[in-house]
C-alpha cells in the first residue's frame, strides 16, 4: 500500500474528485496504535481509526469536531478480508467448543469500526464497507465518485486496510511497532470540485 496515496490522486482527478487530505498507518516513527474502546485483541480496528483520524486531522485540525454546516463526509472501508485476527481467534475458539466474548461479535462487522469513526468525527454522511473483488484503490474511488455524484456525500473518507496472513493471530501487543507488523492502511479524503 505504500504507493495508494499517490494513485488515490490520480485515480481521483479521473474521477473527477480531489485530494483534500491524506494519511497512512504506519507512519514513520509510529507504534501500535492506541488502542480503541471497545474493540480487542486485532489491530485492525485501532488501525482503521488511527488513520482515519489522522487524514481527517490534516484536513480539520486535531480535535474531532462535528463537519461543517452542510458538508456530509461518508466512510467508505474497503479491505478484501476485513478483520482477519477476530475472525480467525472466533473460529479457533468455536473449533475448540469455547464461547468467544460479546465484543467479537460487535467488532468482526468492519463496519463497525467505520461507524465509530463516523460518530466520533460527527461525518454526516453514508457508511460503506467494500470487499473488492479487482484493484482495491479502484472500486473505493468509485463508490466514492458515485456517492459524491449522486448527492449522497460532499466528501468521502476512503479508508483501505489489509491484514498480512502470517501477522491476522498476532493481535495487538504493547510495544510492538505498529500493532501487528502486517497490519497496513492508507486514509484518502475526496471531495468534489466544489468542496472547500
Not at 9 to 15: C, I
Not at 40 to 58: E, M, Q, Y
Request: charged share 20%; net charge negative.
Amino acid at each position: 500500500m505504500t504507493g495508494e496515496p499517490d494513485r488515490a490522486g490520480a485515480g481521483a482527478t479521473a474521477a473527477g474528485l480531489r485530494v483534500l487530505a491524506q494519511a497512512r498507518w504506519p507512519e514513520p516513527g509510529d507504534g501500535a496504535p492506541p488502542t480503541l474502546p471497545g474493540f480487542v485483541h486485532s489491530a485492525f480496528s485501532p488501525v482503521v481509526a488511527a488513520v482515519a483520524d489522522r487524514c481527517l486531522a490534516r484536513r480539520h485540525g486535531e480535535r474531532p469536531a462535528p463537519e461543517p454546516v452542510g458538508v456530509r463526509t461518508a466512510v467508505v472501508l474497503v479491505s478484501a478480508a476485513g478483520d482477519r485476527a477476530s475472525a480467525e481467534h472466533l473460529h479457533a475458539a468455536v473449533a475448540a467448543g469455547g464461547r468467544p466474548g460479546p465484543l467479537f461479535f460487535f467488532q468482526s462487522v468492519p463496519n463497525s469500526v467505520a461507524g465509530h469513526v463516523a460518530a466520533r468525527w460527527g461525518l454526516g454522511g453514508p457508511v460503506v464497507c467494500v470487499a473488492p473483488t479487482g484493484d482495491p484503490l479502484a472500486e473505493g474511488t468509485a463508490e466514492a465518485e458515485l456517492l459524491c455524484h449522486d448527492g449522497d456525500a460532499d466528501e468521502t473518507l476512503l479508508i483501505m486496510i489489509e491484514q498480512a496472513a502470517d501477522d491476522a493471530g498476532a493481535g495487538v501487543r504493547a510495544g510492538e511497532p505498529g500493532g501487528a507488523p502486517g497490519t497496513r492502511a492508507v486514509a484518502v479524503l475526496l471531495g468534489g470540485g466544489d468542496t472547500r
